[in-house]
């Protein structure tokens, strides 16, 4: 007599980013292969598999479902749980979702897959030139959902029912469409059109489709509102000057750079220097803008695009829309946010024709509503790996993994910061990070935001059991998180900013709770002190607990208070008068343009205001710094348009020296919090300014000496307090020279150097730290 096989039961919970990617297709794929009966479904905590067999194929099932997991599939845990209810199935199926309470991630939006773009480009296919075709690989996904489990139901294309060939493709476990809940055809699928301001939808001339009228528009310098997956774009040709000019005066964003489109690498190659981890990044599922480096072998655009700056910023097509309108059109186009300079995106369609008007001169539209706002992300790539700016469509809202300790910990809500404004919520098993918001000082801003933490907390059926705020008391989030707290009765834990930026690189990097202090080198703007002070270049010897301030950038007068972030020359002003002293500046370097510039504004005004301590506090920034350099250089001496302007043209500038070495000098002081004072290097760049010195030569010799003084302060306080770790954070380590100048120097010193990559350094990553920094001292007190 032959015996039967034992059959075993096991169920298995899988977490991580597994609905809406075809893993259920494919663990019923795998459990066919291996003779498995059993079920798969969604719920909220994943995916549950219920699986009758042998010991070795269930074991089988396990392995292979990390090592043939779906492209856009993340498994953080795969846990194995005992199954007695019921004998075995007949058969393995995929059955409805289930409730529950949710720990799952939903999905970011991925850029189109090449199974689809064969597709739309294939004349007998039945998508042929779809604009919205998609399938689990690709497609929208936190754009469109409204709720979880991530089903069709939840979505905006709910209002699409399904027609008979896509029903039976959504139906199939064979077909990559089985359970894609954006899929769609043009029998039963969005709509686009095109319209203008004056008559409404207009009809493409003959043998056009909406997308080629729209291409051509562009061609002709037309400026057009395009509708895309998680906002309105505002299109033009980026060759034509009087086009992007037009553009920027209608949008009153008057210097900022433009994002382009191209339509391939090789577009891009002739405009700009790419490497293989550019390539990378740009065609990756994210899609993200890619900052590339441009110079004079390279084609000229329009000047217009990005005045002051030796980088553009670059993306390829990342829907079937893009892709049909780049494949008409051969060359690069602007694709800029569609709203006015420093309000959100539109998103909805009366939105966009009423707030536009003025600006577009057509629309290009659908009707599948955006229910999530998602600016395009925008990274770089570094010597040490891809430098995250702006984290938003693509990325957003991926969770990441709890580091180790941190198992315990309770639900909290971080707001974040006033700039660059996002949310965190930290979970049982990952902290999950909001896309880029923007900055809360704009009322339309801040309406968002509430709206974005609102959707978060709906998303994941989440219910903080207590919040983290910045300790800035005019921070618009902190006054937020104070509300909520009392309206939901919850504890309000502060957070110090620049701590805040420390422990969100720990987190990122997967640092454990009970780890040793690393010094923390944090060079922003600004950031309120734990002495009720502005700092703003710091460091400090720090875990997630605490921190104790070790040294810092001379503290110098911020002049006019906030207007002196806008207002360069009063920052120039600032540290020639408290490191020389405006009579010796003056006698010594009367002929210098940023004497005369200084000797035509208020000066006596300000030394009052410094005098009295009105509306000039001290302040510690190493932004400030950058801007007072910039100044000095008449780099934007009166006044920026957007955040960090004069910074960064000042980094445009040295970067054409690359082979310039000399630094200026500084001194460290021997006190406890030692200090770093700049003023052998103002003496040194006057010297400088008045010998004629090329201004690029100027300014490379200050990266120089920043670069060389933080680290040197760096290595010994590392020595002092016997740590071999530095983080580098804040948003003045966004500047690369700055960033490669400090940790080159410091990993030749020996140390082990972390930054944010996948996170920014500047406050749009502050969230993370200080949910981190909140749920570190809760589970200290417990």
């Not at 060939?165 to 139906?171: L, V």
């Not at 655009?301 to 670059?314: D, K, R, W, Y």
């Not at 618009?476 to 110090?496: C, F, K, M, N, Y």
Request: proline share 7%; hydrophobic share 45%; glycine share 8%.
């Amino acid at each position: 007599m032959i015996a039967t096989p034992t059959v075993a039961a096991q169920a298995f919970r899988v977490r991580g980013l597994v609905q809406g990617v075809g893993f259920r297709p494919t663990v019923w794929r795998l459990a066919k292969e291996l003779a498995l009966t059993g079920e798969v479904l969604n719920d909220g905590e994943g995916v549950l598999i219920r699986a009758w067999g042998s010991v070795a194929d269930l074991d089988a099932l396990a392995a292979r479902l990390r090592a043939e997991q779906p492209p856009l599939a993340r498994i953080d845990s795969i846990e194995a749980l005992p199954l007695s209810e019921g004998p075995p199935a007949a058969a393995f199926e995929i059955v409805a979702s289930a409730a529950g309470r949710v720990w799952t991630g939903v999905l970011p939006d991925a850029a189109t897959c090449p199974a689809c773009l064969s597709e739309i480009m294939d004349p007998e296919n039945r998508r042929f030139r779809y604009p919205f075709t998609n399938c689990t690989h690709c497609g929208p996904r936190l754009s469109i959902v409204a709720a979880v489990p991530y089903d069709r139901a939840n979505t905006s294309m709910a209002a699409f029912p399904m027609c008979h060939a896509c029903q039976t493709e959504y139906e199939d476990p064979s077909d990559r469409r089985f359970h894609a809940q954006p899929n769609a055809c043009a029998d039963c699928g969005p709509r686009l059109w095109l319209e203008d301001a004056d008559t409404g939808e207009i009809d493409p001339a003959p043998h056009q489709d909406a997308i080629e009228a729209a291409a051509a528009l562009i061609a002709q310098g037309a400026i057009l509102a395009i509708k895309g997956i998680g906002g309105f774009h505002l299109a033009c040709d980026a060759t034509n000057e009087a086009a992007v000019t037009r553009l920027r005066q209608r949008k009153k964003r008057y210097d900022k750079p433009f994002a382009l489109m191209a339509r391939d690498p090789a577009m891009i190659a002739r405009y700009a220097a790419i490497n293989e981890a550019e390539r990378t990044l740009l065609a990756a599922p994210a899609a993200p803008i890619v900052i590339l480096q441009t110079g004079p072998e390279h084609e000229a655009l329009a000047a217009a695009v990005a005045p002051g700056q030796s980088s553009l910023g670059f993306m390829l097509p990342y829907t079937p829309l893009h892709h049909l309108l780049m494949q008409s059109l051969d060359r690069l186009i602007v694709l800029t946010s569609g709203n006015r300079s420093d309000e959100p995106q539109c998103i909805g369609n009366e939105e966009a024709r009423s707030r536009l008007a003025g600006i577009a001169d057509h629309w290009l539209m659908h009707d599948r509503e955006i229910l999530n706002r998602l600016d395009d992300s925008v990274v770089r790539s570094d010597e040490g790996g891809p430098t995250m700016l702006r984290r938003a469509r693509g990325y957003a809202p991926a969770p990441h993994p709890l580091p180790p300790g941190f198992e315990n910990s309770p639900p909290l809500l971080a707001l974040g910061g006033e700039l660059k404004a996002t949310v965190c919520l930290w979970r049982q098993d990952s902290a999950v990070v909001s896309q880029h918001i923007g900055d809360l000082e704009d009322a339309s801003v801040h309406d968002d935001y509430r709206k974005t933490l609102s959707l978060y907390r709906q998303l994941f059926d989440f219910a903080p059991a207590g919040l983290a705020v910045d300790r800035h008391p005019d921070y618009l989030s902190t006054q937020w998180g104070a509300v909520l707290a009392e309206r939901e009765d919850l504890p309000l834990i502060q957070v110090q900013h620049h701590h805040a930026h420390i422990a969100a690189c720990l987190a990122e990097h997967g640092v454990a709770r009970d780890a040793a202090p690393v010094l923390g080198l944090v060079l922003d703007g600004l950031g309120y002190g734990e002495d009720g002070t502005l700092w703003g270049g710091e460091f400090l010897l720090a875990n997630y607990r605490g921190f104790r301030r070790l040294g810092h950038f001379k503290p110098m007068v911020l002049l006019g208070g906030a207007q002196a972030m806008r207002e360069p020359w009063r920052n120039a002003y600032a540290y020639l008068e408290g490191c020389i002293g405006w009579p010796e500046v003056v006698e010594r370097y009367p002929q210098l343009d940023i004497v005369r510039f200084l000797q035509a504004k208020p000066l006596a005004l300000l030394d009052q205001m410094k005098a009295r301590g009105v509306n000039a506090p001290l302040a510690v920034s190493a932004g400030r710094l950058f801007d007072a350099v910039a100044a000095a250089l008449s780099i934007r001496p009166e006044a920026t348009s957007y955040e960090g302007q004069a910074a960064i043209e000042l980094e445009a500038l040295a970067q054409s020296e690359a082979d310039e070495r000399a630094a200026y000098g500084f001194v460290v002081t021997d006190s406890d919090p030692a200090v770093l004072d700049w003023t052998p290097l103002w003496h040194d760049l006057l010297n400088d300014v008045s010998c004629s010195v090329p201004r690029s030569v100027i300014a490379k010799r200050f990266h120089n000496t920043v670069a060389e003084a933080v680290t040197q302060l760096a290595r010994r306080l590392a020595d002092e307090h016997r740590t071999d770790q530095v983080v580098l954070s804040g948003g003045v380590f966004q500047n690369r020279l700055l960033l490669g100048g400090v940790s080159g120097r410091l990993e030749a010193a020996g140390l082990a150097v972390l930054r944010p990559s996948l996170y920014p350094a500047n406050d749009g990553g502050i969230a993370l730290g200080q949910a981190a920094v909140a749920a570190a001292r809760l589970l200290e007190d417990t």
